[in-house]
C-alpha cells in the first residue's frame, strides 16, 4: 500500500520577529536580510581587490601634467594647493550631512546649557504666589468686623508680606516697634528693593527663554534641512505658518 505521506499539509516555518523580552538586542535579522549584508560586503571587498590591483600594478614613471603644478610631502602625498585652483570645490551630499550634523549638536549644546541656566534661575527666584489665603466665618456680622492684622496676630504693615510674615509676639521678641521700617527690613530686604531684584531676574530669564527658543527653532530647521537629503521618495508639505516638513512615502521593512 503506497505511502500518504505527501498528501499531507505540512507545518509552514515562518520567520519570527523579535520577542519583546529580547528587544534590547535589537532587530531580529531575518535571511533576506543576510543575504543584502553579504552581497554588500562582498561587493565592497570586490572593490577594494580592484583598487589594490590598481595600485600594485601602477607605473612609478607615469607622467599627467598636473606634475608640473603639485608637490608631494614627504610621505609621497599630494599637497593641497594654496589658492585650491585645481581643486574641486563642492562637497559630496555625504560630506553636508556630516557638517550639518556637527552643527546640529553644537546647536543642541547650547540649547541644553540654556535650559540647565534657565532651571537654575527658576529655582533660585521666589515667585509670588497666585493663590489667596481664604478665611470663613461663621456669620456677615463677622464678616464686616473682620480684622485681617489681628486674625493673623501680626501688624498691617506686614500683611502684604506672605512668605516671612512676623507676628507682633516676634517683633517684640526683638525688641523693634510694631509697623516700623526697622522691622520691614529686619525680616529681610524691604519690599522696593526685593521687587527690584525680581524684577531683574525675571528679565534675566526672559533673555534666556528667548535664546532657548531661537535655538530651537535652528536646530527644528537643520535637523529638517538633513532628514531632506536623505533617500527615497518624498513630498515636501508647507503649513499655514511656513513651517517645511517632508513626508516619505510609506515601505515595507520586512
Given amino acids: 500500500m503506497a505511502k500518504l505521506v505527501h498528501n499531507i499539509q505540512k ?52 607622467f599627467y601634467h598636473g606634475m608640473h603644478s603639485r608637490s608631494v610631502d614627504s610621505r609621497g602625498l599630494l599637497k593641497q594647493s594654496r589658492h585650491a585652483r585645481d581643486e574641486d570645490p563642492s562637497l559630496s551630499t555625504a560630506q553636508v550631512k556630516l557638517l550639518k550634523t556637527q552643527d546640529a549638536n553644537y546647536v543642541r549644546t547650547l540649547r541644553q546649557n540654556e535650559r540647565q ?13 497666585k493663590g489667596a489665603h481664604t478665611v470663613f466665618v461663621d456669620n456677615r456680622d463677622a464678616l464686616q468686623s473682620f480684622d485681617a492684622a489681628k486674625h493673623f496676630r501680626t501688624t498691617p504693615e506686614m500683611l502684604a508680606r506672605r512668605e516671612n510674615r512676623l507676628t507682633r509676639d ?17 525680616s529681610g530686604m524691604d519690599v522696593e ?10 528679565r534675566q530669564i526672559q533673555q534666556h527663554q528667548e535664546r532657548e527658543r531661537q535655538l530651537s527653532s535652528v536646530l527644528e530647521r537643520m535637523d529638517t534641512q538633513r532628514e531632506g537629503m536623505k533617500k527615497g521618495n518624498k513630498k515636501k508639505i508647507q503649513d ?10 510609506k515601505q515595507r521593512k520586512r
Fill in 11 to 62: 507545518k509552514q516555518h515562518r520567520e519570527r520577529s523579535q520577542e519583546s523580552g529580547r528587544s534590547r538586542l535589537g532587530f531580529l535579522e531575518k535571511h533576506k536580510d543576510y543575504v543584502k549584508r553579504a552581497q554588500n560586503f562582498h561587493q565592497k571587498e570586490a572593490t577594494l581587490k580592484i583598487l589594490r590591483e590598481k595600485a600594485q600594478q601602477r607605473n612609478p614613471d607615469e
Fill in 117 to 129: 541656566v534657565l532651571e537654575k534661575q527658576a529655582q533660585e527666584t521666589m515667585f509670588k504666589s
Fill in 170 to 186: 516676634q517683633l517684640a521678641s526683638q525688641g523693634l516697634k510694631t509697623g516700623s521700617a526697622a522691622a520691614l527690613k529686619s
Fill in 240 to 249: 499655514a505658518e511656513g513651517k517645511v516638513t517632508f513626508k516619505w512615502k
Fill in 193 to 202: 528693593t526685593l521687587h527690584r531684584k525680581r524684577l531683574k531676574k525675571l
